[in-house]
């Protein structure tokens, strides 16, 4: 069964941090790009970050370009999106999506989400 699993979302304060998880099953990372996504409540879904997998070049919004980073481990399957500096802004729901090679939007797969809350 094909599966994206995200996880490490939660509620944290404004300059906290936090790493969220997206753990890939049922097919192989290696030939996959991975892009996070947010949806905030009222608002459209709007892209984060992405890794592609054919050279390990990433992608960041404006809004979290220097806060987020991005990363990609095969061995374990799994991708990472480290968030520092977290902003009230930055809640939202986070996805991650699988992307054939580069990061061109076009997703094959797409994961559950998981609740990102930044709040005092």
């Known amino acids: 069964q094909v599966q994206l699993v995200e996880s490490g979302g939660g509620l944290v304060q404004p300059g906290g941090s936090l790493r969220l998880s997206c753990a890939a099953s049922g097919f192989t990372l290696d030939y996959y790009a991975i892009g996070w996504f947010r949806q905030a409540p009222g608002k459209e879904r709007e892209g984060v970050s992405c890794i592609s997998s054919t050279d390990g070049s990433t992608e960041y919004a404006d809004s979290v370009k220097d806060r987020f980073t991005i990363s990609k481990d095969n061995a374990k399957n799994t991708a990472y999106l480290q968030m520092n500096d977290l902003k009230p802004e930055d809640t939202a729901v986070y996805y991650c999506?699988?992307?054939?090679?580069?990061?061109?939007?076009?997703?094959?797969?797409w994961g559950q989400g998981t609740q990102v809350t930044v709040s005092s």
């Open positions: 999506a699988a992307e054939p090679g580069t990061c061109l939007g076009e997703v094959d797969y």
